[in-house]
């Protein structure tokens, strides 16, 4: 009886492994047979020497990017285009996760796209008329290694992502996502040469724009413009003129450096960039200055700019209004709005300001701003009329002007024609122009409705003596009855200015003293530096948010 029942639990046993084992395999061959196979991916050719009937393989290229990609769809390929020029008679839709590869856009193998007349058309401020565009909803498109040539100006747009018209301010559902574009020469497009619109990530880097922009009859774009994007990284970028324009006058397709438009951007890095255009009059007729960089009013949040080089004035000008729906969400920190820092504005002849700034939240700090080129029509002497300027937007709060060098003034540190809240200009040093004996006025302001100006810890200092009259601030019209704050710590020299308060604003511990800069020839930080035993040197008031991190028994005066 005991051998029976072992045999049987031992039978049993065996037929339960038995029939697991045929379950396990059947599941196992249901799901081999049913599996989703993700194809590796490929890489597709282009090349001179092919042809649009072959395969697309390497040693069968096609001859033409457009039909790459039209018949190239699959995330994570890639169209590798060979050395040489290339014609193009078609626009090149691109699908998304596909990128695009050239032999080189520098040195002695380049892949350079030249497009027919009229491939990039009807610009009608819509990116999809690019000649190489990103379809809607687009995730992981790498563009890099060629030269996109528009064709002497006969087509509008290099490279242009989906545009939602009017969409919610933070809807990321329209967004492209992972855009990068990277060592790619943009040169001689009518309108943009890279158009970024409604993107959350990616790069833009080691690209040069050479006139791709626009300035004609009041319409101006910039060779990279910006709208609605996110968490976008730009570097080691450079925006140049040629001589190719033999015209008289403004270069009608030079444009701006970089504009910011249309739906707001956020959390944007920008940094290692170069500017060099063709300086303009400021409003020289129906055309703008032309400009480094715009924001043209739109919002903006924490987009960070420093180690820019630039030859020509920059706007900051972001949107107040409430009523503009689509224009974005109010600014809603903590972070700055638009900060630009540790960067370089060389003002050329015939340019009157350097900053246009009217915007709640902005920052410009820790910056060199050299006006001694710059010129203005009422004097024969060098110099720049204002470094920063307001011309009209609306109400702003909470902006800083701290820890920059301003060499080169005419008249105004800053002059807003807006009202303006909690407005600090502190730390800096500022040089006046070489004049003969030009009075200046240090803040000048022509509305009702200013209060909490902090001006403080700065030093103002003229090369030589001078006897006319200078002003802290002055006020064009109005009563300023609202107009509240301090006037502190400032030290200048060989120059006169008034020992009593404007009507609202408090003077305190302001001294006529020499600085003992440092001198000598060495970098311009150098020679503004404080050497030992100068006044400047633990004589400042802290400022929070601004001097935090000082050494010493106290913040030092100016910039350095």
Not at 37 to 47: C, D, F, G, I, L
Not at 279 to 308: C, D, K, M, S
Not at 314 to 330: F, K, N
Not at 502 to 514: D, E, K, R, Y
Request: proline share 4%; aromatic share 10%.
């Amino acid at each position: 009886m005991q051998t029976y029942i072992l045999s049987y639990l031992v039978s049993r046993t065996m037929w339960r492994g038995v029939i697991q084992s045929a379950f396990l395999f059947t599941l196992m061959a249901f799901a081999t047979a049913n599996a989703v196979v993700v194809a590796a991916p490929q890489s597709h050719y282009v090349s001179l020497t092919g042809s649009n009937s072959n395969k697309g393989t390497s040693s069968s290229p096609w001859l033409t990017l457009a039909y790459a990609c039209s018949h190239v769809s699959h995330a994570g390929d890639t169209i590798v285009l060979g050395a040489g020029t290339f014609d193009e008679t078609q626009q090149c839709l691109l699908a998304s996760g596909v990128n695009i590869k050239g032999a080189g856009n520098t040195g002695s193998s380049i892949t350079t796209l030249v497009y027919a007349p009229g491939v990039s058309t009807n610009f009608s401020w819509m990116p999809n008329s690019a000649a190489i565009f990103l379809q809607p909803l687009s995730q992981g498109n790498t563009l890099s290694g060629f030269v996109l040539d528009g064709n002497n100006w006969t087509n509008d747009i290099g490279i242009g992502t989906a545009r939602y018209p009017y969409a919610a301010w933070n809807d990321n559902s329209v967004n492209s996502t992972n855009i990068t574009v990277h060592n790619v020469n943009f040169t001689h497009w009518n309108w943009v040469g890279l158009w970024i619109t409604e993107v959350t990530g990616g790069s833009i880097y080691s690209c040069n724009f050479v006139e791709s922009g626009n300035q004609n009859n009041g319409a101006v774009l910039g060779m990279l413009s910006i709208g609605g994007a996110s968490g976008l990284q730009i570097y080691s970028v450079n925006f140049s003129k040629d001589s190719s324009y033999t015209g008289t006058g403004i270069d009608p397709h030079q444009g701006y450096g970089i504009k910011f438009w249309d739906r707001p951007s956020v959390n944007l890095t920008l940094h290692d960039i170069t500017i060099a255009l063709q300086p303009i009059t400021a409003w020289a007729g129906a055309n703008t200055p032309n400009l480094g960089i715009e924001f043209a009013h739109v919002r903006a949040q924490n987009i960070q700019v420093y180690n820019l080089t630039t030859n020509t004035t920059l706007s900051i000008v972001l949107d107040t209004s409430t009523s503009d729906t689509h224009a974005g969400a109010p600014y809603e920190g903590p972070e700055d709005a638009v900060r630009i820092y540790n960067s370089t504005l060389t003002v050329q002849p015939s340019v009157g300001y350097a900053v246009e700034l009217a915007g709640s939240y902005t920052r410009v700090d820790h910056s060199v701003i050299d006006g001694r080129k710059g010129s203005v029509g009422w004097t024969t002497d060098p110099g720049v009329y204002q470094f920063f300027a307001d011309y009209g937007n609306g109400s702003f709060a909470n902006t800083r002007i701290d820890h920059n060098l301003l060499l080169g003034l005419l008249d105004n540190v800053y002059g807003p024609s807006t009202a303006f809240q909690n407005l600090t200009i502190a730390n800096n040093t500022i040089v006046l122009a070489k004049t003969s004996n030009q009075s200046f006025t240090l803040f000048s302001t022509n509305v009702n409705a200013d209060s909490n100006l902090l001006f403080a810890n700065n030093v103002v200092y003229s090369a030589t003596p001078r006897t006319t009259s200078s002003y802290w601030m002055q006020v064009n019209g109005g009563n300023m009855t609202s107009l509240t704050g301090y006037i502190e710590k400032n030290y200048y020299y060989n120059l006169t200015l008034p020992t009593t308060a404007p009507a609202g604003l408090s003077l305190i511990g302001n001294l006529n003293v020499n600085p003992k800069f440092t001198g000598g020839s060495g970098t311009l930080q150098q020679i503004y530096t404080p050497a030992s035993g100068s006044p400047l040197l633990n004589g400042g008031i802290v400022i929070p948010g601004i001097t935090d991190g000082y050494t010493g028994s106290a913040p030092n005066i100016g910039a350095y």
